[in-house]
């Protein structure tokens, strides 16, 4: 098992190098891992040293096109869920200019989700 500082260490990556230039991003532990924020909407979590952004059918190709695959949790004797949050391709966490569009594009599914 991971001590805090370990498991930190991705979580400071990705606030100081992958979003640092995304207004308005904050993050909340939960269930091992994070949620991150936009203007105090979730639009991405951390989970096993992974990023996964929001998806619905209005961003999920984007996310095909990179063969990326969404996250699977599973728990014990916990049936396997798939949630609607896919993991962030490095090509993309490592491009400025485009983890803008992705960050908006999820962020926009997480506020059409919560307004149903």
């Keep these: 098992m991971k001590n805090k500082s370990e498991k930190t260490q991705f979580l400071e990556y990705?606030?100081?190098?992958?979003?640092s230039d995304?207004?308005?991003i904050s993050h909340r532990a939960m269930f091992g891992g994070y949620g991150i924020?936009?203007?105090?909407?979730?639009?991405?979590?951390?989970?096993?040293?992974?990023l996964y952004f929001k998806v619905d059918e209005s961003n999920r190709r984007d996310y095909?096109?990179?063969a990326s695959t969404p996250f699977v949790y599973s728990?014990?004797?916990?049936?396997?869920?798939?949630?609607s949050y896919w993991e962030l391709p490095a090509d993309i966490m490592e491009d400025?200019?485009?983890?803008?569009?992705?960050?908006?594009?999820?962020?926009?599914?997480?506020?059409?989700q919560k307004k149903k």
């Design 22 to 24: 995304v207004d308005d």
């Design 96 to 112: 400025r200019h485009e983890i803008a569009k992705w960050v908006q594009k999820s962020y926009e599914v997480s506020k059409s």
């Design 37 to 50: 924020y936009k203007d105090g909407v979730i639009f991405a979590i951390i989970a096993y040293d992974q």
């Design 75 to 83: 728990h014990g004797k916990h049936k396997s869920t798939t949630m």
């Design 64 to 66: 095909e096109q990179y």
């Design 14 to 19: 990705v606030l100081s190098e992958v979003l």
